[in-house]
């Protein structure tokens, strides 16, 4: 769906990219996490073919971004951090925006509506950032474009509306459907995201699915100050030390992924040998 | 072909612009109304009470140009912004399909739309005026006086127009489209400040232009002059003077020399630089639109 091959970015002088390859499928929630400035936001930017890479290839369900053409574009919708919406009644909006996309459904967009307890007869003026983010997001998936990318999704939104985004959210993914999710609060997605690709130095740091990481890594509460010092990462914490270790009896443990973001950004080496095995 | 141009989908958008734009699109057109009547308001008490047909003139294509210009140097203003550029390169049309649309509002909506701001205001105007100026008449007036109304004047007549010259009111128009086409390039090519930025561009380039004919073309020229157009060049005799000291140049009807290219380079050059200049500045619009990054 999306294949990303030697990209190089760079923004004037400050390279961002320097040989990113990355490929992305259909039917998974992807998290892209990494530090700021690493490149996740310009990531998205030229998936959705809003920046052009200076080197590499960007193909997506078959098209070259940067062509923005409208067959890509359709199949493709963007909610970024900082987004604008004109100031117009909501079914205003809607009845202008919609026919832009073949596959839009009014009763998907009423039902995601609803369920982020949008009154439907309100307009985008008089709607907080965390509204209107909603609006958009229910636009985004009632538009059922193949290719969804969020950038900070979450930023905005209230402890009610983040519970309410990852329930919208795990009912509208399908086999057809890829979404892409950037942020920092990893917190509001542990339970959402599939696949973890981690960024740095606009590079792939790590790049696994859940399943993959339950798999080969526990997570889990220690007191034995033996088994922390093995620890692949360690984290004091008031219930204990939260650590990290290869999962080497099978066992299940809850995926940490704030936990797992920091041991790998820390300890990137220790974590990536486990999943070579 | 639908990938690049879709009758259905520029329609849509044609309708998307219209519904995000429409409340400012009034005012502006209110406030263009209230402009013009202030205007004409003050010409007329300057001026006896008069509204000419040269004063009528003068102000519709003096409104068009700014009024024109400046709503011009708006049209791609969201590209200039991170949050309401991503919003328009993301819609689901061809970079084609945006500049027509909004060339579709700049050019033909915004000059129908002027004008006809610009025929009520002179239309009420011109009736109060003359309303005034007949109490005045028969109040002053002597036998056999006859009164003369005033008339609405037809900006678009052609005074000076001839066998082989269409009347200065077409070239107006031409450069008015050409201004325009400037500003709007400006609006996609400039982030921020693009009005301001675009004059300072075309001084700076009208300034290079004067440079270059009379500094660098007109000294490599002969002593002459063009002759009617810029396709002929007379060259003027060149003979010693009586003490052989220096040269003296004068034109002399017998043995000046008509340097002229052939009629139909002429003719074609004269085409280009008339109607030319305003799609090319429009093509490089699409062009900076396609390459557009946010």
Same mark, same amino acid.
């Given at each position: 769906m999306i294949d990303i091959q030697n990209l190089h970015f760079a923004y004037r002088k400050k390279p961002v990219f320097t040989g990113l390859s990355l490929q992305l499928q259909p039917g998974h929630i992807y998290g892209l996490l990494?530090?700021?400035?690493?490149?996740?936001?310009?990531?998205?930017?030229?998936?959705?073919?809003?920046?052009?890479?200076?080197?590499g290839k960007i193909e997506v369900l078959g098209f070259t971004p940067g062509k923005r053409q409208p067959a890509f574009l359709q199949e493709i919708f963007m909610v970024p951090e900082e987004f604008y919406l004109p100031d117009l009644p909501l079914w205003h909006l809607v009845a202008h925006h919609a026919p832009f996309y073949p596959k839009f459904n009014k009763a998907q967009f009423e039902q995601y509506i609803a369920a982020f307890d949008i009154p439907a007869g309100s307009t985008m003026q008089n709607m907080s950032y965390g509204q209107k983010?909603?609006?958009?997001?229910?636009?985004?998936?009632?538009?059922?474009?193949?290719?969804?990318?969020?950038?900070?999704?979450?930023?905005?939104?209230?402890?009610?509306?983040?519970?309410?985004?990852?329930?919208?959210?795990?009912?509208?993914l399908n086999e057809n459907k890829c979404i892409v999710i950037s942020t920092h609060q990893v917190k509001d997605l542990e339970n959402l995201i599939d696949r973890i690709t981690i960024i740095d130095e606009g590079k792939i740091l790590f790049d696994q699915t859940t399943d993959t990481i339950s798999r080969k890594l526990a997570f889990h509460i220690s007191f034995d100050s033996e088994e922390v010092k093995?620890?692949?990462?360690?984290?004091?914490?008031?219930?204990?030390?939260?650590?990290?270790?290869?999962?080497?009896?099978?066992?299940?443990?809850?995926?940490?992924?704030?936990?797992?973001?920091?041991?790998?950004?820390l300890n990137g080496a220790a974590v990536t040998a486990v999943f070579k095995d | 072909m639908t990938q690049l141009l879709d009758a259905r989908r520029w329609w849509l958008l044609v309708g998307k612009h219209w519904s995000e734009n429409r409340k400012?699109?009034?005012?502006?057109?209110?406030?263009?109304?209230?402009?013009?009547l202030v205007w004409l308001v003050f010409r007329m008490t300057t001026e006896s009470d008069k509204l000419s047909g040269e004063l009528q003139v003068t102000t519709f294509y003096s409104g068009l140009f700014i009024a024109g210009c400046l709503y011009a140097s708006t049209l791609f203003?969201?590209?200039?912004?991170?949050?309401?550029?991503?919003?328009?390169?993301t819609v689901p049309a061809s970079s084609l399909e945006k500049l027509l649309c909004n060339l579709f509002f700049g050019v033909v909506v915004f000059f129908v739309c002027y004008t006809a701001i610009f025929y009520?205001?002179?239309?009420?105007?011109?009736?109060?005026?003359?309303?005034?100026?007949?109490?005045?008449?028969?109040?002053?007036?002597?036998?056999?006086?006859?009164? =003369?109304? !005033?008339?609405?004047?037809?900006? &678009?007549?052609?005074?000076?127009?001839?066998?082989?010259?269409? #009347?200065?009111v077409f070239y107006l128009i031409l450069l008015y489209a050409v201004v325009q086409a400037a500003f709007i390039y400006g609006s996609v090519f400039f982030a921020k400040f693009s009005f301001i930025k675009t004059i300072i561009a075309l001084l700076l380039i009208g300034l290079c232009m004067a440079f270059v004919i009379n500094k660098v073309i007109a000294p490599i020229l002969p002593?002459? =002059?063009? !002759?009617?157009?810029?396709?002929? &060049?007379?060259?003027?005799?060149?003979?010693?003077?009586?003490? #052989?000291?220096?040269?003296?140049?004068?034109?002399?009807?017998?043995?000046?020399?008509?340097?002229?290219?052939?009629?139909?380079?002429?003719?074609?050059?004269?085409f280009l630089l008339k109607y030319a200049f305003a799609p090319l500045l429009w093509l490089a619009t699409y062009y900076r639109l396609k390459e557009k990054e946010i």
């Open positions: 990494g530090k700021n400035g690493t490149g996740k936001s310009t990531l998205l930017r030229n998936i959705a073919g809003l920046l052009f890479p200076d080197k983010k909603k609006v958009l997001i229910s636009f985004g998936l009632a538009s059922n474009a193949s290719m969804l990318l969020m950038d900070e999704p979450t930023n905005g939104l209230d402890i009610m509306s983040k519970s309410q985004f990852r329930k919208v959210m795990a009912g509208a093995q620890a692949l990462y360690n984290e004091s914490s008031l219930r204990g030390t939260a650590i990290i270790t290869p999962n080497t009896d099978g066992e299940e443990s809850k995926l940490d992924l704030e936990l797992l973001y920091k041991a790998i950004v | 400012k699109y009034s005012l502006s057109l209110t406030a263009i109304a209230g402009l013009l203003a969201d590209l200039g912004s991170k949050t309401r550029g991503l919003n328009y390169l009520i205001a002179d239309v009420m105007m011109i009736k109060i005026s003359n309303a005034v100026m007949y109490n005045r008449w028969q109040k002053s007036h002597v036998v056999g006086d006859v009164f =003369h109304p !005033q008339e609405i004047f037809n900006v &678009f007549s052609t005074p000076g127009r001839h066998d082989n010259h269409p #009347g200065y002593p002459g =002059h063009y !002759q009617h157009s810029i396709t002929s &060049f007379e060259v003027y005799t060149v003979k010693k003077t009586a003490s #052989g000291d220096g040269v003296m140049i004068y034109s002399d009807a017998t043995n000046d020399k008509l340097v002229s290219i052939p009629e139909w380079i002429g003719d074609l050059l004269l």
